[in-house]
């Protein structure tokens, strides 16, 4: 599933709802980082399908932030 | 500090903050602002991204109403993105740490994103570049959207930096505060040039690129006389201009007490002084610097400032308020002069390959003749509000004066037909701008109320200069003995026959020929306003009898160089000051 806008926007609608700092971390060759709670930086991360992701969220939130981040992952963002 | 050196249009000097009002094509020129001006960009940063999102919500719901939730969508991304705060806090951090304008450190934050969708490999998101271009465009189109917002509310006195006045912009000016322009593009008769000159503050244009040299905030310095811009002057060139301009509004202030004397000579010689002026919110200004009327009412605006020709309506709406301001004071009214110039040339299907020689003026109207009826008609309904007067421009035959008339009976007796009131005895005249008519003014004296002298095109048909024309301009002069002996005959023909004769060109408001024309009998002087108190000034200095012997020996010259000289000599004697 590839983070293009619309789920990117979705996923950044939910970030902004926790207190919590979001970061969203891809591996591979060329590391990248990004603020889970900003749009643009969640599409220039160029996270294409098959992508693995790393969801890490730092406050009183945290928990439940990265739980419902990952669900909205596993539901593929609601679609299909 | 910077030396810039352009075209003075408008004289003057005056020391000012600049306010640089951005190209409409929006490039946006890198420029810097001064540290306490940061809070104020940050705002109005933050008021263009909510006018973009309240824009776009709009027309999110318009789109999605007309063709559906699908493309509707594409705007809930632009807001998406405007409603980044990361995104919001690195152009805030350009402001901050660059010192840039709202406008350049969107661009560059923009762009920089932008390169990073162009460096995608996913074809799809790479696409969304464009979608990057878009949220720039309208996040800019709403920043400069708020400086032409905030010309029109100016708290402190400006000098407005700007690539070309669009009539727009200077519509929306407020003009209280305005004390200068500059621009990059423009010529004397550039529309900056003519706003400069009637609300009678110094400008300098054609200066190349000093919307890129200038940010707002700088301190300038405009010297419309010498036609110089002084960027960041240095305490010497402080002090100078200051002594300058104190010394100008010493002796405007002077020249203001003159406003409400009458215009006559010495030994009791009345004249009349009359202002120039292309749109009736000129009126009250020239009125207050001491004019007795509108001596030239140039109609050619009201078809420029429009992207289309007037109507009859539009046409009376304007003469109709003219002449409220004027209560009571006579308002010449110049049909259609337009033909000539750049807008007429661009929009023709054929370009003449001489224009000036070519299809303009009258000669346009007669050839259109419904347009012209419905100038004419609005000018005649206008007539029972005021003293309005006709005057046809460009006559070089007697036929063309009786065509025109011809089409004047026409309209009169359409508006009889109708029942729609007007003055029959109005005042029809012509302007005396070719050598054929002024030739054969005794002629056409017999067939027109008054004469009106337009000196520029006068000298350009005499002479064979176009004085646009930098290999020629030099020859261009209004001393020329034979413009001169042009100018004598006409006066004399009008005065033999009963006829007033004015001149409305830009000699009437030279200090350096009011003597030469009031000794040649001239009754009225048609000019910008601004100029009105310094002609006065010299009015009410000298004896006909003086003015008389000076304009005999000016006639016994044979060369325009001992004519300036001897006029110089001749005015400095009156007032040493003027020169």
Known sequence: ?80 | MEIKKGIGVSPGVVISTAIVIDAEDLVIPKRNITPDAIPHEIERLSRAIDATIVDLQKLRDDVTNQHGKEIGGIFDFHIGILRDKLLRNQIVAEIEKNHATAEYASSVVMRRYANKFLAMTDRVLSERVKDIHDIEKGLLRSLIGQKHQDLAHLTQDVIVIAHDLLPSQTAALDRSHVKGFATDAGGRTSHTAIVARAMGIPAVVGLGNITSEVSGGDQVIIDGTRGMVIVNPDEDQLTEHREYEKKQLQLESDLATLRDLPAQTLDGHAVSLQANIEFPGEIDDAVIRGAQGIGLYRTEFLYLAADHEPDEEEHYAAYAEALERLQGKPLVIRTLDLGADKYTQEKAQNPERNPFLGDRSIRMCLHDIPMFKRQLRAIMRSSVLGDVRIMFPMISTLMELRQAKMVLNDVIEELEEDGIPFRRDIPIGIMIEVPSAALMANNFAKEVNFFSIGTNDLIQYTLAVDRTNERVAGLFCPAHPAVLALIRDVIRAGARNSVSVSVCGEMAGEPLYTLLLLGLGLTTFSMNGPDIPEVKKIIRSVTTEHARNVARKVMSFDSERQVMHFLREETRKIIPEAF
């Open chain 1, 1 to 80: 599933m590839g983070l293009h806008a619309r789920p990117a926007m979705q996923f950044v609608d939910l970030a902004n709802q926790f207190t919590s700092e979001v970061r969203v971390l891809k591996g591979g060759d060329e590391p990248v980082e990004a603020d889970g709670k900003s749009v643009m930086q969640m599409i220039v991360l160029e996270a294409t399908q098959g992508t693995p992701l790393t969801i890490e969220a730092n406050g009183d939130d945290a928990d439940e932030a990265v739980k419902q981040l990952a669900e909205l992952f596993e539901s593929k963002f609601g679609e299909e």
